[in-house]
Nanobody
Framework: QVQVIESGGGLVQAGGSLRLSCAAS????????MGWFRQAPGKEREFVAA????????YAADSVKGRFTISGDNAKNTVYLQMNSLKPEDTALYYC?????????????????WGQGTQVTVSS
């Protein structure tokens, strides 16, 4: 089993920044990637960004490219999501997830372990 715990959410004004952290613990020796997803009220969960552990490749949704940056610390089994130039439409519950196997890195259905989520609220 792998436990995933997010932190760093909060309330920020539009144009501001936040950094989310996600720590994985437990049986982390088998892991392919970590990803961030978000879900706003009444909407489906959507992909935000991901990073593969083997080579550090990163992926980001078009809606956050140029504003959000994902990074990882292999030794700490921790990933970060630096969010800059935040917009009210970025308001959502942000989830971190661990992916053990290969597969569509953009799809939440291919991730194996999920955190409880951390709320990000951007005021206008």
């Amino acid at each position: 089993q792998v436990q995933v715990i997010e932190s760093g959410g909060g309330l920020v004004q539009a144009g501001g920044s936040l950094r989310l952290s996600c720590a994985a613990s437990g049986r982390t020796s088998r892991r392919y990637a970590m990803g961030w997803f978000r879900q706003a009220p009444g909407k489906e969960r959507e992909f935000v960004a991901a990073i593969t552990w083997a080579n550090g490749n990163t992926y980001a949704a078009d809606s956050v490219k140029g504003r959000f940056t994902i990074s990882g610390d292999n030794a700490k089994n921790t990933v970060y999501l630096q969010m800059n130039s935040l917009k009210p439409e970025d308001t959502a519950l942000y989830y971190c997830a661990a992916k053990i196997y290969l597969g569509n890195i953009y799809s939440p259905t291919t991730y194996d372990y999920w955190g409880q989520g951390t709320q990000v609220t951007v005021s206008s």
